[in-house]
């Protein structure tokens, strides 16, 4: 069947999301240094964040909580109370951080509006995710937005539902196979893996061990030739 | 024209809400009494609150952060670091706490789901939201659920129009008179006003100097017969 929509990601795909991490990341890096060396400051942010994932869900907002109570437990108390201080403002700054764009998006998400429906589908904070697509001056390229607070097969036929679209003619487009790819090839649509340099430590997966069938791509602008190619009309 | 559809806040309206942050408001002013007398910490949090709120957006873990930032603020950084993970250890006891309908809640839901279409509509935390409406065992009798980043005008016509409903036959309900009822009153629907105990200080409008009109009832159990009467057909 011919590919009628496409589902795009947002955060890493559409534009620079896990930078803003990385860079808080190191900057905690360096605040608990005197307590823990090297790596192990990110390891065990990571951890504290997985154990909190089922709580606090995805976001920037649960990020802080996190840095703060691994900030606490790793200095046994020590850590200075500006330091806590410097960690919410740092938050702050990644909610309110400009939205900056990948490069070749604005005109190939054109492209692409002119020949498929268009729906973006992101997870994590509602509230940042609203603030960020109103920033990205995107919004109106879409039929349809979708801010979900997990990315699973069914999660993803919800959806498929709502726009009356069926798997065979729906493609997504991300660069978490463990979020954008493979839950949607379970589903029986087609995935689009088009990696960013940064990929957040939960969203990783042993690509070695897959069983599926995806499309990789380096660059978003790649996606309309891919897209001609998958309706075999070039 | 008749009322065919409903509208239904869930804080305060299904479900207690407030009474979990007025429990903690007051864990908080017990935390901060060294410094801060009687109700000037409850003033203080909602100071920082709101200037928060375009960054955080609602919900407990922007809550949370705030009372951490007030903690420091307020004790000019003398707060005991234990003090800061009870903080974080509130948040999570209201992220995880069992949700607790309100009196006559599922009883009244199932009348009106044989008689109307039922919208869930609420505010806030996506993760917290939805992790609340799956544990209420209340999703499937609604034929839509909305978790908006605020409840405005252009939200409410944005929810109407997904759910191809008339602004004439939609009845919204809910504890908030600024959230649940000035908003759709000014789009041209009917809002029922059925006040919790306790309103969120962000939530209080001076109603001496409201104009507009609104169905105030005591109970959520009343909605069957304000309708009914509403429609004409007692």
Known sequence: MTVSTLGLDADDTLWHSESHFAVTEQRFGELLSPWLPGEEAARRLLERERANLRIFGYGVKGFTLSM???AIEASDGAVPMDALQHIIDWGKEMLSHPVELLPGVAETIDTLGDQYRLLLITKGDLFHQESKIAESGLADRFEQIEILSEKSPDQ??????????APSEFVMVGNSLRSDVLPVVDIGAQGVHIPYGILWGHEQVDCDHLEATWHQLDE??????????LNGSD
């Open 68 to 70: 703060i109570e691994t």
């Open 156 to 165: 993803y036929r919800r959806v498929l539902e709502r726009s009356r679209t």
């Open 220 to 229: 978003f602008s790649q996606l309309p030739d891919l897209l001609t190619r």
